[in-house]
């Protein structure tokens, strides 16, 4: 098993350092290569996503990634940008599928912004399209209008589509993936008024069809936002379009408290995946040594589930960290009064400590 691990920029160095101690205390086998990538490839490489981390990636059975990015690129050109290493990523390997879990952890309930009772258990799964939508579709770009309500005025425009076999892909994805969970899919659209969703309804229709031991359901993209933060835990799996995910998946994730919590994962059709915090580089905090490890440990744990058959491996990194939380081992974006503030590296000794006493007490 071949990971590529890369840390990346501003907090992506000190959490990823303590995922890999984590992978390192499981007694795996596997072979672990780190590239520089994000602004730190471009100060050594003069490119985000220089050759050689491509190919290290390409090669590998999954990424580890940190997080990319820094206010000091901003001015420089957008190819140059660090964000868009994961954009050259996401589309050099085809990772079409995102995974984002929102789990509510009893102990950080307190840290939602919604009333315990809503959150208390929650365990949704949102799987978000990644390589098409109207992120993707040609043609976009500005133009000076011909029609509409201002004709010769500046326009920008960007075009919405999908194609039948990419939304069965995902489609597949996600019923596969209530399967394993409580048998249930929300597909969310905006079939009312948008020609691609109204295919993206008819096509998961079908596929759902295939799945008959999984209860499909369908949701407009307006009432899925308000009944996320209204019943939030009448969810199990949702899936949906890239823009709509996107929006829909940094909602989901304040309901559970703190960005440090989520992980994610991106697969392609190979179950080849890039696995990284739902969170960026975090510049304010970075070298400190404060920056909360949970949902790049997670996302490990994710890795080993999805792309490297180890789903055994990831249950005991799940589980360390329900306990570490238990024990009251708290980094500062998750802290309450009661719990003990910790370190970026005390959290994942903790981690570690955690594995390593479930390994002794499984042996003896
Ligand atoms: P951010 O997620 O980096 O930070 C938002 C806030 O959350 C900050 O206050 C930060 O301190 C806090 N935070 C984030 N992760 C944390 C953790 N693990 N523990 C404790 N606190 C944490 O978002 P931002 O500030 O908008 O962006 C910073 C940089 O990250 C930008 O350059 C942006 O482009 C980049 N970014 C990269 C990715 C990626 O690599 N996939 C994703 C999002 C943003």
Redesign the pocket.
């Known amino acids: 098993m071949k990971i590529a691990v890369l840390p990346?920029?501003?907090?992506?160095t000190e959490?990823v350092a303590e995922a890999v101690k984590v992978l390192q205390a499981l007694d795996l086998k596997f072979e672990m290569e780190t590239a520089l990538v994000?602004g730190a490839a471009y100060e050594a490489h003069g490119h985000p996503l220089p050759e050689s981390t491509l190919e290290l990636a390409k090669e590998a059975d999954a990424v580890l990634?940190?997080?990319?990015?820094?206010?000091k690129?901003?001015k420089l050109d957008r190819p140059l940008r660090?964000?868009q290493a994961?954009l050259g990523l996401r589309k050099n390997l085809g990772l079409f599928a995102n995974f984002r879990p929102a789990i509510c952890y009893d102990e950080l309930v307190g840290a939602s912004s919604l009333k315990p009772e809503l959150v208390s258990g929650l365990d949704i799964l949102i799987i978000r399209e990644l390589t098409g939508d109207i992120y993707f579709g040609q043609p976009r770009g500005r133009r000076t209008a011909v029609d509409g309500h201002f004709p010769g005025a500046e326009e920008a425009f960007d075009t919405m589509r999908y194609s039948r076999p990419e939304i069965e892909r995902i489609a597949h994805v996600a019923f596969q993936a209530a399967r394993k969970r409580s048998k249930r899919v929300t597909s969310v659209d905006k079939a009312n008024v948008l020609e691609t969703f109204q295919l993206w309804k008819d096509v998961v229709t079908e596929v759902g069809k295939e799945y008959p031991d999984v209860a499909l359901d369908h949701m407009y993209v307006d009432n899925a936002a308000m009944q996320l933060v209204k019943a939030p835990k009448k969810f199990d799996v949702v899936v949906t379009g890239n823009m709509f995910g996107d929006i829909l998946s940094d909602e989901a994730a304040m309901l559970t408290g703190?960005?440090?919590m989520l992980p994610s994962a991106s697969l392609n059709a190979s179950s080849q995946g890039l696995y990284?915090?739902?969170?960026?580089?975090?510049?304010?905090?970075a070298g400190k040594g404060?920056?909360?490890?949970l949902?790049?440990i997670l996302s490990a744990a994710m890795m080993l589930r999805f792309s490297l058959d180890q789903p055994e491996a990831a249950d005991r990194i799940e589980s360390a960290v329900k306990d570490v939380l238990a024990s009251g081992l708290r980094?500062?974006?998750i802290f309450s009064e009661g719990t003990k503030k910790v370190g970026t590296r005390e959290m994942g000794d903790a981690v570690v400590a955690a594995i390593t006493t479930t390994k002794k007490i499984t042996k003896s």
């Open positions: 990346g920029d501003g907090i992506g959490i994000g990634f940190g997080a990319v990015g820094d206010w690129y901003d660090p964000e994961v703190s960005i440090g990284e915090p739902s969170h960026g580089s975090a510049p304010d905090i404060i920056a909360n490890p949902a790049t980094t500062v974006d």
